[in-house]
């Protein structure tokens, strides 16, 4: 063959026109530009020999055991620990991707002062202490140093109880009760000092006014064991205006109207007693016994309807259903977002467990974990709570503590708590949230950073208690709270020994049993303390038995009950404003940078500022899809973008309290229902 | 020779999103961009909030976790120019091949359960956060699809672990992030060609079902649920799902 000039030229035109249609010459571009842009960008990941630690999650009271898979010294995941009495090798999504927040961006790198303009500017811990000591020496009577600690019962709460109980008008906070509400009320129906915990697998049906059961609810294992074991699991009634996932999943929704709950309460104690399902005996032993008996009787189911908008049948069928699964436990407490339903209310649903069978089967005693005796010698302050303790306008300087409930705090409850010139203190390792407002930071070591402790859960009855070692290494200008303290005055000490007396205590005491990944071991197995600590530190974590006989509840708090606020919409108000939130995403903590997944990537969790509204509301307030708006209340607001639901209650807001939202807190200092308007902004 | 596949529960998934979190941290997929929005992050693994349609109080609810069906008949390999989508033959499980990738999204296009994401962005963590990727998983680079392979790189570390102990290559027991992340132990994985495997006797049950069943691509991924609209929803409807959500 002849390979001329225009014969060659035609076989490579050919040959170049045909490569066009195969993948290589695209290929090579895309590598190119792949290499060409990513060459400085390839991520560094971790080296060294695989390992495994074992720990305690401290984000939240639960206490789940942590699995965490290292490189040399560097964690690179979380796990739960297989067998671990607490989590039962589960994690939520906040530990799953726990081990990011030492790295968080919103991290404080040192100590810092806020400035007028609202900038954060370095300053030396020394000068701030000093400042700080000046304050508190020249603060004038009757003005309170106060700290607020949102994790109490750890060795860190005791030095803060020492450090305000050595000074004139110190105050040792605690936040409003929580998922605990419902203990706490019926607390204060017992004698004085009786404290309480659910053994939520020991009911056989649950009606909740919305807590999350189903999801994180107080040590979320312990639910879902009772909920799905194969015999006679669990059977859970919700009440709650908006569907929860608790709601999806539970076996009976009641979509109650906002701020119904006594009603309901009080309707299902109606249908009990007038059946004769309801013990007499426990009615006659209290001392409102008969005064209960009346006001229950004047809620007729039929009356009840009215006020909570669902069918009469619907409550008879409900309050059948708990009288036929007995034990029945009451639950209340609310959301971490939404929070209790305010005192008279939770009262309420604190009574129904007296009909139900609850008190000394599901709901039992709860043991003080014991602390050296020098710890609990004067000077202590006493525990306070911040909603219901303490006078408006008393505190000259708050020390918000270092640890997160988890649970929202709204910032207006504890804004008129302060007096007007005022000092506030952070020790949280992340500009987040009540941090932002703070005019000192002291950021304290972030999670995995420092020992740490568990002290178990506020809710549940089986007691528990673990030590989280550090398993990474905190930065150099992380201020630990003892440190602080120290300087403010207060006794000197490290974590590490206190935790260590903490555990001599327990060894001393020697009931209960150590699990460990390796086994499970009775403590009385464990020659002496040091023998202990190792077994601790090593993801150890003790556990006991309930105490099954407690103090009994006196009265049904007939007063309190009557007392409940009606918390109706009014006319410059017309909306009710429901903010919810899932644990440890509406507290004072950070969250890890992979929960963009849940929120921003899927939508999975609207976002703070996106505001769920019925058609019907959406068209009264003149609102449509996607319109940007403001939520006004009364003083207060904030900006959202509207999104039209049909599945969203007519007359009411779903607010997702998500990380930095604010709450409106109404006068009875709960906020999970608060009258509202939108108001378009142009 | 195994056939890997999962069984999950709608029942008792509550949507806590561990399973995504887990996924992300396991194989290193990077926190949202600033501009990512839902149909340009990527999650391996996305759990949508589904519903019945009634208005309310007649509304239902229920979560659904999609990740890639792990098709016995992939629309994507068949696509794919490049050869980037392989079968395992061992386990069956399919994988992507990022090196091999061309950014084309021709698979992404094929894939009946839009569960292929592409990489819009570079992967980038906060500052110092790369400290925590897992060194077992490289993460990918910009122009190219990714996709779920059934945590690929536990099985591979599994096997090794296996080899090393001495076993016979055989059947390799592990566990992907999403299932062992799982508070409600909603998702279990296994061999469905096991038939004492839990997923097996989970995909054989009555009330189990597939997505899309109808489009024959004999996935891998079974789902359980008594409610009947769940069933007929994830029959028909999953595509209007999507596009409600991306409306949100």
Request: net charge positive.
């Amino acid at each position: 063959m002849n390979l001329g000039r225009r014969r060659w030229l035609g076989l490579a035109a050919g040959a170049a026109a045909g490569t066009l249609f195969t993948p290589a010459p695209w290929k090579l571009i895309g590598d190119s530009a792949l290499w060409s842009q990513n060459w400085s960008r390839i991520p560094k990941l971790p080296t060294g020999e695989f390992n495994v630690k074992y720990g305690v999650c401290t984000l939240c009271p639960a206490g789940c055991g942590i699995k965490a898979r290292c490189a040399g010294d560097q964690v690179f995941g979380l796990t739960g620990v297989p067998g671990h009495p607490i989590s039962r090798g589960k994690l939520c999504p906040l530990g799953v991707g726990a081990h990011q927040l030492p790295y968080h961006p919103h991290r404080f790198a040192g100590s810092v002062a806020r400035q007028a303009d609202g900038r954060y500017l370095p300053a030396e811990l020394e000068r701030v202490a000093a400042t700080l000591r000046a304050r508190i020496a020249s603060r004038k009577s009757g003005e309170a140093v106060a700290v607020l600690d949102e994790r109490p019962g750890r060795a860190i709460s005791y030095q803060y109880r020492r450090f305000t109980g050595g000074l004139e008008d110190g105050l040792y906070l605690v936040p409003p009760a929580g998922e605990g509400a419902t203990l706490a009320a019926l607390s204060a129906q017992s004698e004085r000092g009786a404290s309480f915990g659910f053994r939520i697998g020991e009911a056989r049906a649950a009606v909740s006014f919305g807590a999350p059961l189903l999801d994180g609810w107080g040590v979320p294992a312990e639910v879902n064991e009772a909920r799905y074991r194969s015999q006679r699991p669990l059977r859970i009634i919700q009440a709650e205006t908006r569907q929860s996932p608790t709601a999806s999943l539970a076996d009976v929704w009641l979509p109650i109207r906002p701020a119904s709950e006594t009603a309901l309460a009080l309707a299902i104690a109606h249908v009990l007693i007038r059946d004769g399902r309801a013990p007499a005996a426990v009615i006659e032993r209290m001392s409102d016994g008969a005064e209960y008996r009346e006001l229950v009787m004047r809620y007729s189911p039929e009356q009840a309807s009215r006020e909570c908008n669902i069918p009469a049948a619907a409550i008879e069928q409900a309050a059948r259903m708990l009288a036929d699964n007995t034990p029945a436990v009451a639950i209340g407490g609310g959301d971490a977002g939404g929070g209790p339903a305010g005192a008279g209310a939770e009262t309420a649903i604190a009574s129904l467990n007296m009909l139900l069978g609850a008190m000394g089967t599901v709901i039992v005693g709860k043991h003080e974990l014991p602390v050296p005796d020098s710890w609990s010698s004067p000077p202590l302050s006493p525990e306070r709570r911040i909603d219901s303790d303490v006078p408006d306008g008393s505190i000259s300087m708050l020390i918000l503590g270092d640890s997160p409930s988890g649970d929202a705090l709204p910032w207006p409850l504890i804004e008129r708590k302060l007096a007007p010139d005022h000092v506030i203190v952070s020790l949280s390792p992340y500009a987040e949230t009540a941090a932002r407002r703070a005019h000192f930071v002291i950021p304290a070591p972030a999670f995995m950073e420092s020992f740490e402790e568990s002290p178990g859960s506020a809710v549940s009855a089986n007691p528990s208690w673990a030590i989280a070692q550090p398993l990474v290494r905190a930065p150099s200008l992380a201020v630990h709270p003892l440190t602080f303290l120290a300087r403010l005055g207060a006794a000197e000490s490290s974590i590490e020994d206190l935790l260590r007396q903490r555990l001599e205590e327990l060894h001393k005491l020697g009931k209960g049993e150590i699990f460990t990944p390796a086994g499970t071991r009775p403590i009385g197995e464990f020659k002496d303390a040091k023998e202990l600590w190792t077994a601790m530190t090593g993801g150890g974590v003790w556990t006991d038995s309930p105490v099954l006989e407690a103090a009994r509840p006196r009265r049904f708090g007939v007063r309190e009950i009557a007392s409940a606020p009606a918390r109706t919409g009014r006319a410059e108000f017309p909306i009710m404003l429901l903010p919810y939130a899932r644990r440890g995403e509406a507290g004072t903590t950070a969250l890890p940078p992979l929960m963009s997944k849940v929120y921003q990537e899927s939508r999975l969790r609207l976002s703070a500022p996106l505001l769920r509204v019925h058609p019907a509301t959406a068209a009264a307030s003149g609102v449509a899809d996607g319109a940007s708006v403001r939520v006004e209340m009364r003083g207060e607001g904030y900006a959202g973008n509207i999104a039209v639901d049909a599945s969203v209650m007519p007359g009411v807001i779903e607010a997702p309290a998500g990380p930095m939202a604010a709450l409106c807190v109404n006068e009875d200092c709960s906020w999970r229902v608060s009258p509202a308007r939108i108001k378009r902004i142009s | 020779m195994s056939r890997y596949g999962m069984v999950i529960d709608i029942d008792r998934c509550n949507g806590c999103g561990a399973c995504m979190v887990a996924c992300a941290a396991e194989n290193n997929v990077p926190p949202a961009h600033r501009d990512a929005t839902e149909r340009t992050g990527v999650t391996w693994m996305r759990v949508y909030r589904v519903e019945n349609g009634a208005a309310y109080p007649a509304n239902r609810a229920r979560f659904l976790p999609v990740m890639c069906q792990q098709c016995g008949d992939t629309p994507c390999a068949a696509v794919c120019p490049q050869q980037a989508v392989e079968r395992d033959p061992k386990t069956g499980i399919i994988d992507q091949v990022p090196q091999r990738c061309l950014g084309c999204r021709y698979c992404m296009a094929a894939c009946p359960y839009h569960a292929r994401y592409f990489n819009w962005w570079d992967p980038v963590w906060p500052a110092g956060m790369e400290k925590t990727l897992n060194p077992a998983v490289a993460p990918r680079m910009r122009g190219v699809v990714e996709k779920c392979n059934f945590c690929h790189a536990r099985y591979q570390a599994a096997r090794a672990e296996a080899a090393a102990a001495g076993k016979k290559a055989g059947k390799i027991g592990y566990t992907p992030a999403c299932a062992e992340a799982c508070p409600v132990e909603a998702i279990s994985f296994g061999d469905l060609d096991d038939p004492d495997s839990a997923v097996a006797g989970g995909a054989a049950s009555p009330d189990s079902f597939r997505l899309l069943e109808r489009l024959n691509t004999q996935s891998k991924v079974y789902y359980r649920s008594r409610e009947p609209w769940v069933r007929q929803m994830a029959g028909s409807r999953l595509v209007q799902i999507r596009k409600e959500k991306a409306r949100v």
